[in-house]
C-alpha cells in the first residue's frame, strides 16, 4: 500500500473533524445553520473548479460519461443533506455530541455497500467487526 493511501484518509478525517468547529463558531455569531452551510458548499464549489482548471482537467469534465454524472449529483445531493444535517444539529447540540453521530456513517456504508456494491466488493467479517467498534465507540462518547 502506498504512504498517500494511508496519509490522504487521516487528512480527510482531520480536515472533517474541523467542520463542525468552525460551524459551530459561525453559528455563534450568525445563528443561519442553511446559510452557513450554503456558503461551505459554495466554497467547496469554488475550489473544486479553481482546481480542475488550474490542473488542466476541465477538459475531462465534458468525457464523462452521463451515467457517472448522475452518480455524482446523486452522491453531491447525499453530501448537501450531510452538511445541512449537522450544521443543524450543531444550533442545538455541542460539537462533542453532534460530531460523533456522523462517525456512524461506516454502519450505513457497510449495509448500502452490502446491498448496492456486492458485486464490486466484498463485506468481510472484519469490515463487520470495525464497523460494530466504530458505533460502539460513539455510544461510549454520547452517553
Known amino acids: 500500500m502506498r504512504t498517500s493511501g494511508i496519509i490522504y484518509p487521516f487528512l480527510a478525517a482531520f480536515c472533517y473533524g474541523t467542520t463542525p468547529i468552525m460551524a459551530k463558531l459561525g453559528l455563534q455569531l450568525s445563528n443561519e445553520p442553511l446559510f452557513g452551510a450554503c456558503i461551505g458548499i459554495v466554497t467547496g464549489v469554488v475550489v473544486y ?3 480542475f482548471f488550474m490542473s488542466g482537467q476541465g477538459a475531462e469534465l465534458s468525457s464523462l460519461p452521463w451515467q457517472a454524472g448522475v452518480y455524482f449529483c446523486l452522491a ?5 443533506l450531510a452538511i445541512f444535517s449537522l450544521f443543524w444539529a450543531l444550533e442545538y447540540l455541542p460539537a462533542v455530541v453532534a460530531a460523533p453521530f ?4 461506516p454502519l450505513v456504508t457497510l449495509v448500502l ?4 456494491l456486492h458485486d464490486l466488493e466484498r463485506v468481510t467479517r472484519a469490515d463487520v467487526v470495525g464497523t460494530i467498534f466504530i458505533v460502539a465507540g460513539v455510544v461510549v462518547l454520547v452517553s
Not at 76 to 80: H, M, Q
Not at 113 to 116: E, K, R, T, V
Open 49 to 51: 473548479t479553481v482546481y
Open 76 to 80: 453531491g445531493l447525499a453530501s448537501t
Open 102 to 105: 456522523t462517525s456512524t456513517v
Open 113 to 116: 455497500s452490502h446491498l448496492i
